[in-house]
């Protein structure tokens, strides 16, 4: 089962930030958080990863709270592209054994 | 940065028949690839890991006699669903871990979607 909790859509006014939150209050001491998103009918594609301290690329920003049981990430400016279904995973980072195990995620409607 | 390849993107088939579809990495050596299905408006269920020259292992409920996986090189990995039938249509995607430097992410091919009528 899925160790996250995420709503199943939001709503995102173009050009405005997106905030995506993910809850993660089982999360252990060494397993990283991770996001990716899968637009209509492609593969899942890599967004960001952190394990305490906030992180940025140019993609997008995860803050993640200081007890580690939720994080958000940003999308600074959405645009339509960003249309897409968004999973965060919790899993250990170099634990070849443990699968990426994606729940529902966040159906992100970026409106124009 | 890494690459994952999938190939067919789409197939249609008649029922009975088999389908092989292929995953490559292009730009690194993956000894471990994955191998998801997703059926329409359900999340990504993990059906197999990959294992470079050894076998497979398979998911609880996913038939290995079914859906054969190879893994000959470090490069490319393939699933073959055998004797296919229309409850076997659904969108394959497999993915692999660049390494050893990099992220330790999961890289994901396109998927195939596949169609069996």
């Known amino acids: 089962d899925a160790k996250t909790t995420q709503p199943p859509s939001m709503d995102c006014a173009e050009g405005r930030a997106a905030n995506l939150p993910c809850n993660h209050s089982t999360i252990s001491g060494n397993e990283y958080v991770y996001w990716y998103r899968q637009i209509h009918s492609q593969g899942p594609q890599y967004i960001i990863h952190?394990?305490?301290n906030n992180e940025t690329n140019e993609m997008a920003s995860l803050i993640i709270t200081e007890d580690r049981k939720s994080s958000t990430l940003i999308l600074p400016h959405a645009t339509l592209r960003d249309t897409a279904v968004y999973y965060c995973?919790?899993?250990?980072?170099?634990?070849?054994?443990?699968?990426?195990?994606f729940g529902p995620g966040t159906r992100l409607s970026v409106l124009p | 940065g890494a690459v994952v390849s999938q190939h067919p993107s789409w197939v249609i088939c008649k029922s009975g028949t088999s389908v092989k579809i292929e995953c490559r990495s292009l730009d690194f050596q993956a000894t471990t690839m994955f191998w998801y299905r997703q059926f329409p408006k359900q999340s990504l269920m993990l059906m197999a890991t990959s294992n470079e020259g050894s076998k497979a292992t398979y998911e609880q409920g996913v038939e290995k006699d079914k859906f054969l996986i190879n893994h000959a090189s470090l490069t490319l990995s393939t699933l073959t669903v055998t004797s296919a039938h229309p409850e076997d249509s659904s969108f394959y995607i497999c993915?692999?871990?660049?390494?050893?430097?990099?992220?330790?992410?999961?890289?994901f091919g396109a998927g195939s979607r596949l169609t069996v009528l």
């Open positions: 952190g394990l305490k």
């Open positions: 995973i919790v899993r250990p980072r170099d634990n070849y054994g443990q699968n990426f195990v």
């Open positions: 993915s692999a871990k660049d390494r050893p430097s990099g992220a330790n992410v999961l890289t």
